[in-house]
């Protein structure tokens, strides 16, 4: 599965009202643009119902942010395993885990199938 970002924008309530709109479930990647204007990753998270209120408690804990809405929850924690796999952040020290009352497993890996 390949995922395709949207962004990078600024990680404020200005930014985040630019680029989303209320109510859109997603994920969506913290960091910040280095010295050759590479967006690096320092954590990866999702909202199973609302990126704008899922961002904006998060104001202030990175310069940057990018998202990808998704269609369904399955999709927001599908996405969430691979850019977790991915790309490994360093704010992140444990594996996503699935949405309450559902049995889901990674697409990619072992993880949550004993749980």
Same mark, same amino acid.
């Given at each position: 599965?390949?995922i ?6 600024? =990680? ?5 009202? $630019? ?11 913290? $960091?910040?643009?280095?010295?050759? $204007?590479r ?11 609302? +990126?704008?209120?899922? +961002?904006?408690? =998060?104001? $202030? /804990? ?5 998202? =990808?809405? /998704? ?8 996405? &969430?395993?691979? =850019? ?8 992140? &020290? ?7 009352? /559902?049995?889901? /497993?990674?697409?990619?890996? +072992?993880?949550l199938?004993?749980?």
């Amino acid at each position: 599965m390949s995922i395709a970002l949207k962004g990078p924008y600024r =990680l404020t309530a200005d930014g985040i009202k $630019g680029a989303i709109q209320t109510s859109r479930k997603g994920v969506f990647a913290l $960091g910040h643009q280095d010295f050759d $204007g590479r967006f690096r990753i320092a954590h990866v998270g999702r909202s199973d119902a609302d +990126l704008q209120i899922a +961002l904006r408690d =998060l104001i $202030g /804990t990175s310069a940057m942010f990018k998202y =990808l809405e /998704t269609p369904s929850d399955r999709a927001s924690f599908e996405a &969430h395993c691979e =850019l977790y796999h991915k790309f490994k952040p360093p704010g992140n &020290h444990l594996h996503p885990d699935r949405p309450k009352g /559902t049995n889901w /497993t990674c697409p990619r890996c +072992l993880a949550l199938r004993n749980r």
